[in-house]
């Protein structure tokens, strides 16, 4: 699915990530954890092709995209990739509906198809009921639900979500991991930052990082 | 400290919080827990004097403020009460130091002062070396504890916080629960909606809401 050799990223005079090698197979479930501050989303943003300005090399199903037009970017954005961002990122303006069906205005599919995909996904999450209400009439954990579903909706190749269960309560956090269990169960490759270890054991594998720099076991991270 | 009687909230129609009455005395550590959705934010937007359409009585200090003018309610705000949002809520375009010094604008200590002051908070929540930093420049948790530091930077009587330890780390969260501690037992009075078990056991006393209405202990709340 993907594979990182020796990235590296700074902004101006400070290394936010240094000499990260990565690689990650289809249908794996991987955790990234590591304090804040450490380089995890930075680390992600890269990964979902958000950020193009890095050092190395990144291959995703073989391909790379630092040269790719913006155009490109978001057809792949829609159809292969779904993200969950830390800060949620929804259009203020839009209800809960028109947020989650997003990711699907690229995608082919007929009216009916995509109105029954959006439907299932807010059942799914649970907010049945909040279709018409506008970020500003949400909780904190209800946004954080409307951005997963946005993720999940067009039933992407590849999941990454940056602390998705941050703003949930430990009953919720359940019902998301469930359902990242069972779209993984089918196929889908997840790497999920997370701060929770609980929420870590859903994965296969958790790497570490530290410092702009990733290690396999926690124990090196330890101080 | 602050009474809160048969207090209901409604958002149109949808029913927000309904029956709600607490007593924190001077001093107390609360912890208020529940469901993502459940009503939480909603009701300490009110104990906060940042929502004053609400059913029922608030008192604060033994006086109501729901007929006070803004400069008011911005003074009591800036000297007697520290508030933590939920989303951070920070001015984008400042810079790490001026978000925090934002409380002591009404205050009258002295410009020297005020520096001390909020040098001292950046280092004790972590951030030394991102001064000069905007939001935008800041990781998730950086964020967090940018907001954590405005809210006591001014040593207000009481603190108020939206799950101050949302988007951090574990190590990071007992830091700040270290200092929330050390707070208290100088006299802060200190109301905290959590998610995490762990971070309410820090508290005195935690308090559950469950659909708009507040219940004394978990097992009621338990479905
Ligand atoms: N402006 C609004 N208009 C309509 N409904 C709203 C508005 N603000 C909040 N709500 C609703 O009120 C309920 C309570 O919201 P609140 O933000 O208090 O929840 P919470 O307990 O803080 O949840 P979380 O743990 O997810 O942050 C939710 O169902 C939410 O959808
Ligand atoms: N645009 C930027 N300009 C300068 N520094 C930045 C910028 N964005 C991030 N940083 C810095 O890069 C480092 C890594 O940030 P990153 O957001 O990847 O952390 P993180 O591991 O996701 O932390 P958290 O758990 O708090 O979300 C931090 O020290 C942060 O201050
Ligand atoms: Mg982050
Ligand atoms: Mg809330």
Known sequence: MLKVTDVGKTYGKFTALENIN??????????????????????????GLLDQSYTGEYLLENKSYKDVNDNQLS????DELGFVFQNFKLLTTYNVYENIEVPLIYSKKEQNKKRQLVADVIDKVGLKGKEKNIPSELSGGQQQRVAI????????KLIIADEPTGALDSKTSKEIMDIFTKLNQAGTT?????????????AMRTVYIRDGRLYNDEKSVKN
Chains 1, 2 share one sequence.
């Open 22 to 47: 990565l690689e990650v197979a289809d249908g794996e479930f991987l955790a990234i954890m590591g304090p804040s501050g450490s380089g995890k989303s930075t680390l992600i943003n890269i990964l």
């Open 75 to 78: 057809q792949i954005r829609g």
């Open 149 to 156: 579903a946005r993720a999940i909706v067009n039933r992407p």
């Open 190 to 202: 997840i790497i999920m930052v997370t701060h929770d270890s609980e929420v870590a054991e859903y």
